[in-house]
């Protein structure tokens, strides 16, 4: 495999540490509901916000770069329903990975809470309102499992590249030079 047939160290680099931490992310959000009330379970929250709102910048930044610099090309042998069903999966994950950190900073501010990101704290974007928290709150659980279930998708399909199909597919955005 050349290198322009493999993603960039950037587009790497970016792919699998946001991947690590939007499993931590789903997984911290989902416990945190079982948390006692208290000084430990606000950390947790802050924290989870914090790391919600750089990854925001991240996708912001990680889009850039792929507009930049797009990535090497499917496989011509791949037909063209894959190819298409590979980039709407692509854009689903792009556009979730907007949505779901902009849901949680509007969620928090719409229930009177701010958004800091170590001591940087979000201009407020929405006044306090229960309802509209109550919706953000419901979109924030609900996008996020849309995430998981076209995360397992695209797990799924990079497997079958890698271990049915034994193309180039997974290879090309692994870490080192493969």
Request: glycine share 10%; proline share 6%; net charge positive.
């Amino acid at each position: 495999m050349t290198v322009s047939e493999r993603y960039d160290p950037v587009a790497r680099a970016l792919h699998w540490g946001m991947a690590a931490t939007i499993m931590a992310l789903w997984v911290v959000g989902h416990m945190i509901d079982a948390l006692p009330k208290g000084t430990m379970r606000s950390e947790v929250i802050g924290l989870h916000k914090a790391i919600g709102v750089i990854m925001l910048v991240l996708a912001v930044g990680r889009l850039a770069w792929r507009v930049a610099r797009p990535q090497p090309p499917l496989p011509a042998t791949m037909p063209a329903g894959e190819q298409r069903l590979a980039k709407l999966g692509h854009m689903a994950l792009y556009a979730l990975m907007l949505a779901i950190p902009v849901d949680g900073i509007l969620m928090s501010q719409s229930g009177g809470r701010e958004v800091a990101v170590f001591g940087l704290t979000l201009p407020v974007m929405v006044a306090k309102d229960e309802a509209l928290r109550d919706l953000f709150r419901a979109g924030h659980g609900a996008l996020g499992w849309v995430l998981a279930v076209v995360l397992v998708g695209h797990v799924l399909a990079a497997l079958r590249h890698h271990l049915i199909l034994k193309d180039e597919v997974l290879r090309r955005m692994l870490p080192g030079n493969r």
